[in-house]
């Protein structure tokens, strides 16, 4: 299974910046899928995470300005990020759920290859 993450870039605080993860449709069709980060220097974390029904679970930090969503036709997941914050800024990660508790690190596989998103104040 590959995933790969785009749509990073530098952005000013408070704008915003949609990242998509492109996934193999049976992928898609089978498991939750997630996003993570990373920030320099520190460890990767839960961001948000889609299920197969459509619910959707966020960290505090950004709940309220992310939204997560997935279009099957597309076999992509998306994660759309507003009012963004400096401390935003991070490599952007989707992975795929293997089952577990959704917010640990541990749970996922197939880690594609991050997009970096930058955000200046």
């Known amino acids: 299974v590959q995933l790969q993450a785009s749509g990073g870039g530098l952005v000013q605080a408070g704008g915003s910046l949609n990242l998509s993860c492109a996934a193999p449709?049976?992928?898609?069709?089978?498991?939750?899928m997630g996003w993570f980060r990373q920030a320099p220097e520190k460890e990767r974390e839960f961001v948000a995470v889609?299920?197969?029904?459509?619910?959707?679970y966020y960290a505090d930090s950004v709940k309220g300005r992310f939204t997560i969503y997935k279009d099957n036709a597309k076999s992509t997941v998306y994660l759309q990020m507003n009012s963004l914050k400096p401390e935003d800024t991070a490599v952007y990660y989707c992975?795929?759920?293997?089952?577990?508790?959704?917010?640990?690190?541990?749970?996922?596989?197939?880690w594609g290859k991050g997009t970096l998103v930058t955000v200046s104040s």
């Open positions: 992975a795929v759920l293997m089952g577990g508790r959704y917010y640990d690190t541990g749970n996922y596989a197939y």
């Open positions: 889609i299920t197969l029904n459509g619910v959707r």
């Open positions: 449709r049976r992928t898609l069709s089978n498991y939750d």
